[in-house]
Structure formats: C-alpha cells, structure tokens
C-alpha cells in the first residue's frame, strides 16, 4: 500500500489500542471424544476460529487454553479421520467455559476418494479465478498461496458469471508475506450477481514461531491491521476513531455520493458533513453497540488507495441488519455474517487476514 505522509501518534492511544487489559482474559476448558464409542481423542486441535488461541487435547482427550480478548466466539474441535464440530458462544471478560465435543469418525478411505478427482481444462480456469477472489489482489496476494487446491470442487460461469467452490477437505493457505498458515474447515464460497458470500472456520498458525521471520514480517502485519475493519472496530470502542485515522458518516445506502468535505487543521483532519456524522460505540448488554443507519462510509487517512492512480484515501461501506453494528466485548462483530462490506474492505481479502486476536506491539518504552 502506498503510505502517506508519515502521522503524529498519539501514544497513549497507540498503548491502549495494541494492548487488551488484562481483566479481558477467559479460559475455555474441556474434553473431546469419539461420537460412537465415547473414548477420548488425543491430538485433536481445538481452537477459536480466526485466532491463534487454541490447544491440542493431551491422552485424555482434555484441553484448555487462555482466551485473551474474549466475546462471541465460534470454538471447534477437528482431528484426522473425524468430522468437525463447533459451537458459538459469547464468553465474558472473568469465565471458566467447560464444552465438550463429541466427533463424528469418517472412513479415511471415503476421504480419500472425495479430494482425488479429475481436474480438467474447465477446473484449471475455474481455479484461476477463484485466485483472486479468494486472496485478494494487494501486494501480499503473491506471497500467499493455497497449498493444497486439489480439494476444491469449482463450479464457474465463464469469467464473469457465478462461481461456487466448496472444499472437500481443509483448505490450506500459506502466507509467506505474514508469516502465518490459515486452515479452512467446511469452506464454501459462493460469488453471484448480487454479492458474495463465504462459510467456515479458520484457523492461524503462527510460522514465526517456528523461524526466525524477521523485521518485514512484523511491518506487513501491522500494515495489513491498520485501516482494517477489526482497527476501525477497536479505534470506536475506544473512542478514538478519528485519531486513528477514520473518518465516517452515516449515509442511505452504499456508494451514494457525499457532500462532506474534509478540512485539514495542523495535525488533524476532520469531516463537515450535511448528513449524519460516525457513530459512537456505547455500551450494550452483549457488548457494544453502534448505530450506522442505512449504510457507513469510512474514510481511512493515513494510506492511500493503490488502486487508484491519483492519491485517494481508502473508502469502505458497511450496511449492517436494523442499521447497528452489534459487537462483543472484544469489539468482534456478533453478526459478521450479516455484515456486509463495499470497497476499500471488500477488496482486501486472504492475504491480508490477521488473527482477530492480533494488535501491533506497543512503542518501545511501554
């Protein structure tokens, strides 16, 4: 992404956006065993899906693990040779969850038989396409790549047409820009004239963790949070959005024209708009609220637009169902399937995902 001119920080908010309060962490505990006989499974993988929080059960089938920014979360266990199974709950800052999982086994066999099919000419430009709507088109698309496409089963229309895909087994990508392996179960895409969808859960590792990654790595993942979603989400709880760099009114609908204009005072810009300014998060029952009408718009200024050949600040839309952005204590949305996103955030895809767990490291000194 090209970069604007380098921002003040204020630090105190840089502090409190990158590091959760301790009071937030939660534990989840608990067992996972065979469906069928009712013995414990060692070395299955339990995890909350789109973080790096997880653990593998020990020889009792047992698990635990910290859950350090806690709200609704989807937690799924998965093991070779069994089928997944994941449940949603909203876990509070303080809660011991105990779940237990009980798994399905599959026939390796059958398994088998499923992902090893033929692929002809038609699959190989079905699979060209799904490239690029699958990770996206930024400068870290080429860095990342599906390790294991033969999985998938494609269904496309021409280049233009709908096109559905569905993985017969988890998908794997790897994402050497940064530095983590993403894991699909039960994915499902499906792109057709009125939008786009997708279906499953994710898991991160870490490879840094593995190898030394170095100083790139660490740029790349804090450049891929800042003006992200999952930073718009923290910078308004926080109540921090314009310091941060977000700008944002409330409009009818996605795309429509505004009549803001942006005035630019020393160190600070600010929106005058004859429409309804950004919302504020306050505080709800599940979490928090924030009210977004018909559609949001979101400026983001401290990158500008690479797709654009004129330095253009990123703008997104978010539409949201009843008008309000509903959020867990960690800031996730507890609806994000209902969430829909246009432009700047829609066209950032795979390759730049970090965990929702991720924040950049705080400046040195704190």
Not at 27 to 52: R, Y
Not at 213 to 228: K, L
Not at 261 to 268: D, E, I, K, T
């Amino acid at each position: 992404m090209r970069r604007r001119s380098p921002r003040l920080l204020v630090l105190i908010g840089l502090v409190a956006l990158a590091t959760p309060p301790r009071a937030q962490t939660a534990w989840v505990n608990g067992t996972v065993t065979d469906a069928e006989t009712g013995a414990p499974l060692p070395g299955a993988h339990v995890f909350v899906s789109g973080t790096l929080q997880g653990d593998a059960t020990d020889a009792g089938g047992r698990f635990v693990f910290r859950a350090d920014a806690p709200g609704s979360v989807q937690v799924t266990a998965t093991m070779l040779g069994y089928g997944t199974a994941s449940t949603t709950r909203l876990i509070r800052p303080g809660d011991v969850v105990g779940l237990a999982f009980r798994l399905p086994p599959v026939p390796l066999a059958l398994r088998e038989v499923e992902v090893v099919r033929s692929r002809d000419a038609a699959w190989e430009r079905a699979l060209a396409r799904f490239r690029p709507e699958f990770l996206g088109e930024t400068a870290n698309a080429p860095l990342t790549e599906i390790t294991n496409p033969e999985v998938l089963d494609l269904d496309a229309d021409g280049d233009d047409g709908p096109l559905h895909a569905v993985a017969r087994a988890p998908l794997v990508v790897e994402n050497r820009a940064l530095g983590y392996r993403v894991t699909f179960y039960d994915f499902a895409l499906a792109i057709e004239e009125n939008g786009r969808a997708w279906d499953g859960t994710l898991a991160f590792r870490d490879l840094c963790a593995e190898r030394l990654c170095g100083p790139a790595v660490t740029q790349a993942r804090e450049r891929a949070y800042r003006g992200s979603l999952p930073h718009f989400l923290d910078a308004l709880i926080a109540g921090m959005a314009s310091d941060e760099g977000f700008l944002s009114e409330r409009m009818d609908r996605p795309g429509q024209a505004t009549r803001a204009r942006l005035s630019v005072q020393p160190g600070r810009l600010s929106i005058r708009s004859a429409r309804a300014p950004g919302p504020e998060a306050r505080q709800a029952r599940a979490g928090w609220e924030a009210e977004i009408g018909g559609a949001l718009r979101v400026l983001y200024t401290r990158e500008f637009d690479p797709r654009v050949d004129a330095d253009a600040y990123q703008v997104s839309w978010l539409t949201a169902p009843g008008g309000a952005l509903r959020l867990g204590p960690n800031g996730a949305l507890l609806d994000a399937a209902d969430v829909v996103r246009y432009g700047y955030w829609d066209w950032e895809r795979v390759a730049d995902l970090v965990p929702l767990d991720y924040r950049p490291a705080p400046p040195a000194g704190y």
